[in-house]
């Protein structure tokens, strides 16, 4: 493989993975957590399946170009964040994708339509007890 093959491939892999942009909104006033690493932070789709009593730690906003971007990156990327902030769980709230149409009109007019989430981050105090 050439030298500039090579430099625009890890450019491309390096834009690729980080089309995904989340920022925070710390909540409350709770203690500052230590991390937790992406891949233990759960991922829950109601409040109702929290195995237990919670703090809510932070809101959290993603949003990415669909066609750069999936919904599991985009998820991997909002566990990643709540981690680093202490939570060991998000509560989804909201995932919104661009209309079919909005996806042609980004296609024919070169801008993207963009995929967006919203989350709760939030620390699950006692597993066992609800």
Known sequence: MKKNTLVLLIISLLFITSCVSVNTTKLGTGSNRPPVPAD?????????????????????????????????????????????????GIILDAVSEPSAGAKIAGAIFGVGAERKGKAIAIFVLNPENK
């Open 40 to 88: 233990q932070v759960a991922i829950y789709r109601t409040a109702d399946q929290v195995p237990g009593k919670y703090e809510e730690i932070a809101l959290i906003n993603a949003k990415g170009d669909s066609t750069w971007t999936s919904e599991s990156g985009m998820f991997k990327q909002m566990k990643k964040k709540a981690g680093l902030m202490g939570a060991n």
